[in-house]
């Protein structure tokens, strides 16, 4: 990984020099990815200049609910998530692990590297909890880490929070405190559009450095704060986090588990829109000659069938039990595997659920057996 340096030297950019900034990070063999809209969902895909950002527009969130909409101003950062993370880039979703009768050996050689615009802070603490699973292990996998080695990330600190955001409470946001390069801070107080920026490392410091800029002064720098002091004030939801293993591992038998299943689909678009989900399957192919194979890697889901079966059948055959393993690994036994909370309170799981089932809700009532929380923020 870049060095980290001392970030007390911060800048400001104009909105109009935003195309200077992206281009240095391209002339240094950088494939820019970033948000763009694209049928009606801000997505992250592959920009060439600022012109590509979703400029003017905004997302409303809620359970099972997302749309776009015009702001009244220019934001290039405007919006909190869409539906993608940058999990696809890192982590694809079908990858080929080996081919007979090829020198390569898989998906090992991706490209030329990533530069990911726009990442907020909870999906910087999401990136840093795949590292963990993928790199830290006593296997690390060689897909995961060609592609992140020499990933250039660009955070954006959060000026909105859409309803169903809580990273506050997962302690992921929404102010970007590191892994990153770059971090930017969008400024549009009094008719100005500027962008403090900040370096995290040297890479980042030395792109910085060839872009117009000028000193941030205090004005600056607390104008910078208060951006993201509202939106951690504005959080559309909240997770009370105090003693969440030990309250998920005591309740395995709560009847909770009953109501959600219910309501779950078990379609797994949950799984399939988190940022640090990493179940995967792996498959076997043969030609019709029989004179080469392949095998592929594809995501899977724990709410799926087959991604418990052993011998005889599934282990987690109902609802109620697929719903309940996913809960408890997401805030309780990811823990003990990987020394940290799975869930980075980005909100995606409760929006793109189609009948909006939410997990801060569904904690929240095996804590509190008092009543249904249904409805409460």
């Known amino acids: 990984m870049e060095p980290i340096i001392d970030r007390g030297d911060q800048r400001m950019i104009a909105r109009t020099d935003m195309d200077e900034l992206l281009g240095a990070i ?21 920009i060439t200049s600022a012109a590509d950002l979703p400029a003017g527009w905004t997302d409303e969130q809620d359970g099972g609910h997302y749309r776009v909409h015009r702001r009244d101003d220019e934001a290039l950062f405007g919006y909190a998530v869409g539906p993608q993370s940058w999990k696809r880039y890192l982590f694809p979703a079908t990858s080929l692990l080996w081919r007979s009768g090829q020198e390569a050996g898989g998906d090992a050689a991706a490209g030329p590297p990533m530069a990911f615009i726009g990442v907020r802070a909870c999906e910087l603490r999401a990136i840093a909890i795949q590292d963990r699973v993928f790199l830290e292990g006593q296997q690390v996998d060689p897909v995961y880490a060609s592609r992140r080695a020499g990933a250039f990330l660009v955070a954006v600190n959060c000026g909105t929070a859409a309803g169903t955001c809580f990273c506050v409470s997962m302690q992921a946001g929404p102010k970007a405190e590191s892994g990153f390069d770059l971090a930017l801070t969008e400024l549009m107080d009094g ?54 293993k030990d309250l998920l591992y005591d309740n395995l038998d709560h009847p909770r588990w009953d109501d959600v299943a219910s ?76 020394g940290t909370s799975g869930c980075v309170g980005c909100g995606r799981c409760i929006t793109w659920c189609p009948v909006g089932i939410d997990i801060t809700e569904e904690a929240a009532a095996i804590r509190d057996p008092g009543g249904d929380t249904r409805g409460d923020t």
């Open 26 to 46: 391209a002339r240094r063999g950088f494939r820019l990815i970033g948000p763009t809209l694209r049928d009606g969902a801000i997505i992250y895909d592959d």
């Open 191 to 244: 008719g100005r559009h500027e962008f403090l920026v900040e370096a995290g490392t040297s890479r980042g410091a030395d792109v910085l450095a060839e872009v117009a800029s000028r000193a941030a002064d205090g004005a600056d720098t607390r104008a910078a704060a208060q951006v993201t002091e509202r939106t951690a004030a504005s959080m559309g939801r909240q997770l009370d986090t105090r003693g969440i």
């Open 263 to 338: 309501r779950c689909l078990t379609c797994g678009n949950c799984t399939m829109v988190c940022p640090t989900c990493f179940c995967f399957s792996i498959t076997d192919v043969n030609d019709l000659t029989g004179t080469e194979a392949e095998q592929r890697r594809s995501w899977d889901s724990c709410f799926t069938m087959d991604h418990s079966y052993v011998h005889g059948g599934p282990v987690r055959a109902s609802s109620r039990s697929r719903y309940r393993q996913w809960m408890t690994h997401k805030l309780a036994t990811w823990i003990d595997q990987f």
